[in-house]
């Protein structure tokens, strides 16, 4: 019964168990029990856990011996439930509630342990946070301090008089030599003082030195007004005394005009007007020149060079921003302007009038381009008689074929400078001939007359300036005086030629037979690549006698069924290179100076035996003569044709000419030769 | 000389030298003109070996023809006969060793001298005139010893047919003259123009070219080249070359014509014509054989251009000198 009574309570103690420890001693009575409670923490001071330890080993060793005691019994066949028995347990009970205790304390000995290290932990935690905020502020003041250290004063910039000359000049009361003397910062001190009031003394120096500046400029103005003043005046009386200078004939005024003008020329165009203006008043009154154009323009280029090219290029600037601000700028747009700049003309230009005996007056009108450093002709031909428009004539007053070659192979095409290569290269101009429309031929005569030298292939001497000049004037004012009169004689006779009248003057009569039959039917111009296209002109061409420069015509003549065409070539430089005549005929089939011989011999009757018809000096009536010849051989031709008697029936061409031989030599030549007085053919 | 001139200018007569090496030609302004063959025809000519050496004018009309013997180099143009001495000419001294001039009766126009022919029997010159006459120069005595009349017009060409001692000239009145060189006689007369076979009424009756070789004859000009047989006096083959033959001759076994067209034309006897060598001049009036010198074996061709065609090989036209 009792063991089952220690069970319940066992099971008792057991539930039990975590709330209240001393169960067993507290029951009974619960109401001492957290009296006990207290006592026992009390408890735990007091005891040395040392001893606790003696305390449970005894325990343990006691309870060893009860439950072998207890053993024992049993084997020696105690029952159960013996008082023996029963005691021990109960003594050992009690030594088990010793060692609950014990255990108890145990543990709470350890958990106030615990606490107590935590608290000191916190502590040193607390002690290490204040040693590192130490550390950083001394880590700041050390910085602080090296910043100061390296602090630089502005007054180490300033240059200070030396030393030596500070204590010279400067008064006893800067520079306080007692204090000075020995700290340098005192000295460095009195040294900025010194400097300061020796600018301070300066500045005013300065202020009344631009006072009496402008004092000054103000009574130049003054001055200026007073000269300025004077001008109308002087002019008054210059325009007052211009009837007298007239009434005397006296040109200063005009002639000083034009020299004041032409300080502005550049220098070819002004060794060109000064040259023309002595040849004019030495030899050839007929001749005059003038200057036109922009003087002010002028002016503002001839100043001083370094300005004008500030300007150039500020002006540049400008157009290029300009040209950014409205498109970014194409490349072909850049070269067109760049172009432009390249073949710009100096504004001022030279009028050489050029009288001739008939009135008519030949405008040649000079430039300078001045980027490329070459002078150009314009010309214009003005008449006293109104021209009657003869349509072939078209080209021969043409600026672009008057002056073609007025000395040999001098075709004023392409530029005379061969720097101007270069020029042209870097802004993509092809040939100088695209431009010479609007800019005038630069024929190297006129380099030569503005005493421009280039070294060419067919340079002999280098001549230079203005006796260059000189030495080419009279002969080239004859030569464009020459071609000026062939080409109006030229236009006259074309007008005629058109109208098929062959205009044969009173001293030439004598070079044809009173009767001519064949007439001019047609005379024409064409075109060089028509003239080339001829069958009949392949030889020409061959020969190199025919070129881009010359001038082609086509003149039909015709007699009956006969049609001859004559192909002419006319080189700019006519009369002093004759025509060249290529003939074909077309009666009874086609034939040319090709195939027959007899048309060869009159090609070379007109071609050949020019001088004969040269006509009166300087051989203007060439080209009529040679037409007329042509109509001339014609005639003989046709008439001495068929000789054979056999033929019946009437000739087309009745013989009318007087033949002493109606062939000779090998190839059956015709008489072609004319022998004036006694008006019958020969042969050559 | 001017371009111009050069363009105009025509070739009508040739002659080599006795050495072979240099050739003559004579052109329309009277000028003669030295070619050296032997510089223009060596492996490193240039063109300046195919211009003139020497050049001079010999008359005053043109030179239509050009004749050489062993020493001299006759020459003859408006009317007038010139010797010049070829030793003297290769050292460019020009002065001619005489001039004669036939007994022309006409007067108003000096007649010209068409055509030369040395007759080795009895040294003499044979001329072929513009007096419608046939003049012959005793050489030895240097005058003038007969003049053979017949012709009713112009002599175009004379020729020497030494076996039978005859002279023939071919005149513009169309006949072929026989002369019989010891008595001035003609001998016969041959109108070509009358034969069917030979005449071309388009061109006209004139016969500008005659040469012989043994018992044959070739003429040709108005009416169309023919070959002709002498003892029968009979036309054998015709040639059917367009255009007026100026000059023929006989060369091994064929003949070789030239005339109006850019071209020689090479034929066979039997009348076929073989080839016709494209030329410079576009028509031409002389040509002639390089037989002085083995080396220089050539054919020249001269006509209406200031070129001269040399041909080494008879096929094709090698080079040309020029004027």
Redesign the interface.
């Known amino acids: 019964m009792s063991s089952d009574a220690l069970k319940k309570r066992k099971s008792k103690v057991l539930r039990t168990e975590g709330g209240t420890p001393e169960v067993k001693r507290g029951r009974g009575d619960a109401d001492p029990q957290d009296v006990r409670v207290y006592n026992e923490e009390v408890e735990l001071d007091s005891k040395d856990p040392a001893q606790d330890y003696a305390q449970y080993k005894e325990s343990c060793e006691s309870l060893a011996k009860l439950m072998s005691e207890i053993q024992e019994l049993k084997a020696s066949g105690a029952k159960e439930g013996s008082t023996e028995v029963e005691q021990k347990r109960m003594q050992s009970c009690i030594l088990f509630m010793n060692l609950k205790k014990l255990n108890r304390l145990a543990h709470m000995r350890l958990k106030r342990g615990r606490d107590q290290t935590h608290e000191a932990k916190q502590k040193v935690d607390v002690l290490h946070l204040q040693l590192q905020n130490l550390l950083y502020e001394v880590m700041h003041l050390q910085k602080e301090i090296s910043k100061c250290l390296e602090f630089k004063s502005k007054h180490e910039e300033i240059n200070l008089v030396s030393e030596e000359e500070f204590y010279q000049d400067a008064p006893t009361e800067i520079s306080r030599p007692q204090h000075t003397k020995n700290d340098p910062h005192q000295l460095t001190l009195a040294r900025l003082d010194w400097e300061l009031e020796q600018r301070k003394r300066l500045a005013e120096k300065y202020k009344d030195s631009q006072a009496t500046k402008e004092k000054i400029q103000k009574s130049i103005e003054v001055k200026k007004e007073h000269l300025r003043s004077l001008q109308p005046g002087l002019n008054a009386i210059m325009q007052a005394s211009l009837p007298v200078q007239e009434y005397l004939s006296m040109p200063f005024e005009q002639t000083q005009k034009q020299a004041e003008v032409a300080r502005h020329l550049p220098p070819p165009l002004y060794v060109l007007f000064v040259q023309a203006n002595a040849y004019s008043q030495a030899c050839d009154k007929n001749l005059s020149v003038s200057i036109n154009g922009d003087v002010d323009e002028a002016k503002a280029l001839s100043k001083p060079p370094d300005d004008s090219q500030d300007d150039e290029s500020d002006s540049d600037a400008e157009e290029e921003q300009e040209k950014t601000k409205r498109r970014r700028p194409t490349t072909g747009g850049q070269l067109d302007d760049k172009r432009r700049e390249m073949i710009k003309r100096h504004p001022l230009s030279l009028c050489v009038d050029l009288k001739c005996k008939d009135g008519s007056t030949l405008h040649l009108f000079f430039y300078y381009l001045m980027n490329l450093n070459i002078m150009t002709v314009k010309t214009k031909v003005s008449t006293s008689t109104d021209l009657s428009m003869a349509i072939s004539a078209g080209e021969l007053l043409k600026s672009d074929t008057l002056l073609s070659c007025l000395y040999s192979s001098d075709q004023g095409r392409e530029t005379p400078n061969p720097a101007n290569r270069y020029q042209f290269d870097k802004v993509g101009i092809v040939s100088f001939a695209d431009y010479v429309e609007d800019l005038g031929y630069p024929y190297m005569w006129v380099q030569n007359l503005g005493g421009l030298h280039f070294p060419g292939e067919t340079s002999e001497g280098m001549l230079v300036g203005s006796s260059l000049s000189a030495s080419h004037m009279e002969s080239t004012m004859k030569l464009l005086r020459g071609r000026v009169q062939s080409r109006l004689a030229l236009h006259k006779q074309f007008a005629s030629l058109e109208h098929s009248i062959v205009p044969i003057s009173s001293e030439c009569q004598n070079l044809f037979p009173a009767k001519i039959i064949s007439r001019l039917t047609r005379w024409t111009t064409i075109s060089h690549q028509e003239f080339m296209d001829l069958p009949y002109t392949r030889?020409?061409t061959d020969?190199?006698?025919s070129k881009e420069t010359d001038l082609y015509f086509m003149g039909v003549i015709e007699r009956g069924t006969a049609r001859l065409h004559a192909a002419v070539v006319l080189s700019p430089r006519y009369p002093e290179i004759?025509p060249?005549f290529s003939v074909s005929l077309n009666w009874k089939g086609e034939c040319s100076g090709?195939?027959d011989?007899n048309l060869?011999a009159i090609?070379?009757e007109v071609?050949?035996f020019k001088n004969e018809l040269q006509g009166p000096r300087p051989g203007h009536q060439l080209l009529t003569n040679q037409i007329a010849r042509l109509c001339v051989c014609l005639d003989v031709y046709l008439e001495t044709e068929g000789?054979?008697d056999?033929?019946e029936g009437p000739r087309e061409f009745p013989r009318e000419k007087m033949c002493?031989?109606t062939?000779?030599?090998?190839?059956?030549l015709k008489p072609f030769k004319y022998n004036h007085p006694q008006g019958?053919f020969?042969?050559? | 000389m001017e371009p111009v001139e050069l363009l105009h200018m025509s070739v009508f007569s040739q002659s080599f030298s006795p050495c072979g090496r240099f050739l003559a030609a004579g052109n329309s302004y009277g000028e003669i003109g030295l070619f050296s063959l032997a510089a223009a025809l060596s492996p490193d000519a240039t063109a300046a070996n195919q211009k003139p050496v020497l050049t001079f004018t010999a008359h005053k009309g043109p030179v239509f023809s050009l004749l050489s013997n062993d020493c001299v180099l006759l020459s003859a143009g408006n009317g007038e006969i010139s010797a010049w001495s070829w030793t003297e000419l290769t050292k460019k001294n020009v002065k001619p060793l005489w001039t004669k001039r036939p007994n022309y009766k006409s007067g108003l126009e000096i007649p010209e001298i068409n055509s030369m022919v040395l007759n080795p029997q009895d040294n003499s010159l044979v001329v072929g005139a513009g007096d419608n006459n046939v003049h012959v120069l005793d050489l030895e005595h240097g005058v003038f010893k007969t003049v053979l009349q017949g012709h009713t017009d112009y002599v175009h060409c004379v020729c020497v047919r030494e076996r039978e001692a005859e002279l023939l000239s071919g005149s513009e009145d169309g006949a072929v003259r026989m002369w019989d060189s010891r008595t001035g006689q003609c001998v016969h007369c041959i109108e070509v123009y009358k034969y069917e076979s030979c005449a071309r009424p388009q061109y006209g009756k004139w016969i500008s070219c005659v040469t012989t070789d043994s018992d044959w004859m070739l003429c040709g000009g108005g009416p169309s080249l023919s070959l002709w047989h002498l003892r029968s006096l009979s036309p054998t083959s015709m040639f059917p070359l367009s255009g007026c033959q100026r000059q023929a001759a006989f060369h091994q076994d064929k003949i070789l014509a030239v005339g109006e067209g850019a071209f020689v034309s090479h034929c066979l006897l039997g009348g076929e014509v073989k080839a016709q060598i494209p030329c410079t001049p576009s028509s031409l009036n002389t040509l002639q054989l390089n037989s002085n010198s083995s080396e220089h074996r050539v054919l020249t061709v001269g006509g209406s251009s200031s070129h001269v065609d040399v041909f080494t090989n008879l096929s094709y036209r090698a080079f040309s000198l020029s004027f």
Not at chain 1, 663 to 668: A, D, E, I, L
């Open positions: 030889h020409v020969a190199g006698l004759s060249l090709r195939t011989d060869r090609e070379s071609n050949v000789q054979d056999s033929v002493l031989r062939v000779r030599g090998p190839n059956r019958f020969s042969h050559r």
